[in-house]
C-alpha cells in the first residue's frame, strides 16, 4: 500500500539553528501538508502545498518557516533559526485532490519528532 | 471559525466493553467535512473515516460505528466490543470548503483510549 514517508524520525538540533524535514508524499497525490503536534497536545495544521505554491498557511506558519519542492518527489519544510518550542513532532499529509468533497482523505506519514535544545 | 471539542480526555474501559468516543464541532459553513483519525502509540496518524456535511447516514465499518447527527454539532465514534489493540488517542477534525482547495483539518485534542485486558 502507498504511504507518505518521512526522514528523518528524529532530529535533535541546537537552538538557533536551521533544519529541513523531508517528505515523499504518495506518488500520485497533488495535495501537500505540513501539520505540528506539541507532546500531548493536538494535531495543528501548519501549510498546504499545490502546484509549487502555498494554498493555505495558519497563524503558525509566519517567516520562520518556509516549504519547498525541489524536484518531483520530495517536499521539505524548513525551520529558520528554531526555538525550543518548536519541538514537536511535524507530520507531512498528501492527497489526491484538495477539496474534501471529492471524496480524498489526506494520508500522514509517521512524523518527525523535532527536539531542539 | 471552526473548532472541534473532544471533552473526554481519558478513557478506560475493560476489553469487550463497548465505549463511545464523543466530538462536538463548531462551523459556520454550511459545507464541511468531518474525520476521525487514530494514532497508536507508534504515533502515526491513522484515517479512519470522511463525512460530508450533507450526508447524515451514520456509518458502521465492522466494530466501529460513527454518529452524525447536524441538529446537536455532533460527530461520535462507537466502539463495539472493544480490544486491547484499539488502545490510541483518537482525534476528531473538520475542514470547511473554502472552495480553495487544500484546506487544512482542524483537529481536536483527542481521547486517550485506554483498554485493560
Known amino acids: 500500500e502507498p504511504e507518505v514517508t518521512q526522514t528523518p524520525s528524529h532530529q535533535v538540533t541546537q537552538m538557533g539553528q536551521e533544519v529541513i524535514l523531508r517528505c515523499v508524499p504518495i506518488?500520485?497525490?497533488?495535495?501537500f501538508y505540513w501539520y505540528r503536534q506539541i507532546l500531548g497536545q493536538k494535531v495543528e495544521f501548519l501549510v498546504s502545498?499545490?502546484?509549487?505554491?502555498?494554498?493555505?498557511k495558519s497563524e503558525i506558519f509566519d517567516d520562520q518557516f518556509s516549504v519547498e519542492r525541489p524536484d518531483g518527489s520530495n517536499f521539505t519544510l524548513k525551520i529558520r533559526s528554531t526555538k525550543l518550542e518548536d519541538s514537536a513532532m511535524y507530520f507531512c499529509?498528501?492527497?489526491?485532490?484538495?477539496?474534501?468533497?471529492?471524496?480524498?482523505?489526506?494520508?500522514f506519514g509517521q512524523g518527525t519528532r523535532l527536539t531542539v535544545v | 471559525a471552526q473548532k472541534v471539542t473532544q471533552a473526554q480526555t481519558e478513557i478506560s474501559v475493560v476489553e469487550k466493553e463497548d465505549v463511545t468516543l464523543d466530538c462536538v464541532y463548531e462551523?459556520?459553513?454550511?459545507?464541511?467535512?468531518l474525520f476521525w483519525y487514530k494514532q497508536p502509540p507508534s504515533g502515526e496518524l491513522v484515517f479512519l473515516i470522511r463525512?460530508?456535511?450533507?450526508?447524515?447516514q451514520n456509518e458502521i465499518s465492522g466494530r466501529y460505528s460513527w454518529n452524525f447527527q447536524k441538529s446537536t454539532s455532533s460527530f461520535n465514534f462507537t466502539i463495539t466490543a472493544s480490544q486491547v489493540v484499539d488502545s490510541a488517542v483518537y482525534f476528531c477534525?473538520?475542514?470547511?470548503?473554502?472552495?480553495?482547495?487544500?484546506?487544512?483539518?482542524?483537529f481536536g485534542k483527542g481521547t486517550h483510549l485506554i483498554i485493560q485486558p
Open positions: 499529509a498528501s492527497s489526491e485532490a484538495g477539496r474534501w468533497g471529492l471524496n480524498t482523505e489526506a494520508f
Open positions: 506518488s500520485n497525490h497533488l495535495y
Open positions: 502545498f499545490y502546484n509549487n505554491e502555498i494554498s493555505e
Open positions: 462551523t459556520r459553513d454550511t459545507t464541511y467535512y
Open positions: 463525512r460530508n456535511s450533507f450526508d447524515e
Open positions: 477534525a473538520l475542514s470547511e470548503d473554502s472552495g480553495g482547495g487544500a484546506d487544512g483539518l482542524t
